[in-house]
């Protein structure tokens, strides 16, 4: 089994984990760290829900071939037949069909990608005013910095901390002037990427946030 230091998710796993250690707080009565949910989801739900999403995915294909049939028939004025449409649409329309699905705001989340404008970069003092930052919002908020040596996780192969922890923000190291990505997702997750935006950088504009919190397109 790979363990978490070098198991890379997707943007549609991170949610199924995050649904997962939702579920496990509901049933303990308590917080359940991010590195707890993750061990649980991979031990005890990971192939189950691998097996589900591809089901999902193919009869999502099958669909979207069916539909390319469809109206290519219709331009060429005959039918096509299936294995003619499934070669265009792999061929054309498949990546960025699989692109678009793993993305992450088809996942629910939001990101931001800005400087560190506070002197003298993330240490103690200005992560931990992240931190407390961060846990006033019921939202769960990651950061990223190119090269991190650790992370809670890796995302389509870029390392990301917890924004809630102060041990893990003072681990990024991250410097002033550095450039940085910082995703969200919950119930607050707009309200929490902003203000950790504005304490970061007071020149952040929110028209800078892409994607729509917790909606699936």
Request: proline share 2%; hydrophobic share 35%; with cysteine.
């Amino acid at each position: 089994m790979k363990t978490r230091e070098n198991f890379d998710i997707s943007p549609s796993e991170l949610k199924a984990i995050l649904d997962h250690k939702k579920e496990m707080e509901k049933n303990s009565s308590k917080e359940i760290e991010l590195d707890e949910a993750i061990e649980d989801f991979v031990k005890n739900c990971r192939l189950a829900w691998l097996a589900e999403k591809q089901h999902q995915d193919n009869t999502e294909q099958i669909q979207e071939i069916e539909k390319h049939k469809y109206f290519r028939s219709q331009e060429e004025g005959y039918d096509i037949g299936r294995a003619r449409a499934a070669m265009e649409w792999c061929t054309k329309y498949a990546p960025i069909w699989r692109a678009e699905r793993e993305s992450l705001e088809r996942n629910g989340f939001l990101k931001i990608v800005l400087k560190m404008q506070r002197i003298g970069g993330l240490h103690l003092s200005p992560a931990s005013t992240l931190a407390k930052i961060a846990r006033r919002y019921d939202a769960e908020v990651y950061l990223h910095r190119e090269n991190m040596e650790y992370g809670s996780f890796s995302l389509q192969g870029k390392k990301f901390v917890n924004v809630k922890s102060v041990m893990g923000l003072i681990s990024t190291a991250i410097e002033e002037n550095e450039e940085i990505e910082i995703i969200s997702t919950g119930n607050q997750a707009r309200e929490a990427i902003e203000a950790i935006a504005r304490y970061i950088n007071e020149g952040f504009v929110p028209e800078d946030i892409e994607g729509i919190a917790g909606v699936e397109t």
